[in-house]
C-alpha cells in the first residue's frame, strides 16, 4: 500500500491542523516526505507508535508544542447567542456548520470533528464543545475535508473571474465611449469639411452672396 495512505489511515482524521498542516492528509504527505512524525498530539501515544512501525522508528514521546490534545467531542451553538455572522463557518474545515448571514446557525452533529477551530472566530462567544461517544464524523471527514477545500478553491476562482469581468467590462465600457466620441468627432468633422468643399464651390462657380449661398446650402441639408 503507498505509504501517505498507509500514514494517513493512523492519523485522528479531525483536521485541526495542530501539526502545523492544513488538515490530516498535508501532515501524512509530509510525513512519507521525511517530516518528523511525533506532532499529532490528538493522535497521542497510539498514533505515534503505530506510525514509529511504519515508518521503521523509535521516536518515544508526542510534541507537545504542537498541543494540547482534542478530545472526542462535538460543537454546539447557543442559538440564542448567534447572530448569524457566518465566520464560523469559514473557519470549520469540513462544512458542518449550516446557516446563511443574519441567520442563526447551527453544527451538523454528523460533520463535527470537534476540532475546535471555530471557537475563536465567534465574536460573541456562543460555540461550545460536547463529548460525544461517536467518532463517525472522523471517519468521513476526509471526504468532507476535500470537498470543502475544492468548493472554496472553486469559490475563490469564481470570484477572482467575476472580478476580472466586471474590469473588463469597464475597460471595454471606456473603450467604446472613447470610440463613440472618435466616431461622433470624425462625422463632425467631415461634416465641416463637407461645408467647406461647398462654400469654396458656391464662391469660385456660382458667385453667390452670403445669404444665397446659406439659403442653398439650408435647402440642401433638407434634402438630406
Ligand atoms: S488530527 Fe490534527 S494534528 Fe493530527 S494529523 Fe490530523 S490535522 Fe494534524
Ligand atoms: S463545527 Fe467547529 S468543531 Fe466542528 S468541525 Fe467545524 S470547526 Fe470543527
Ligand atoms: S461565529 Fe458565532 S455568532 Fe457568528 S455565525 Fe458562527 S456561531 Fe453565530
Redesign the pocket.
Known sequence: MELIKLIHDELPQIQCGRCDTPGCYQYAEQIANGGIHDRCVPGGTKTLNNLNKILAKNITSVDMNYGPSIPLQIAI??ES?????????T?CPVDA?A?SVNL??NIIDELCTGCEL?IE???????DLVETFNKDSRVVSQVNYDATSSLRMNESKQKRMDTANHINKEIGGVINTKLENRNSDTSENLKSLQLKILNDQLDNFHNLNEDEKNTFIRNLNTED
Open positions: 451553538i447557543d447567542e448567534c447572530i448569524g455572522c457566518k465566520k464560523c463557518i473557519a456548520i446557516g442563526m446557525h471555530c472566530p465567534c465574536p460573541v462567544d456562543c460555540i
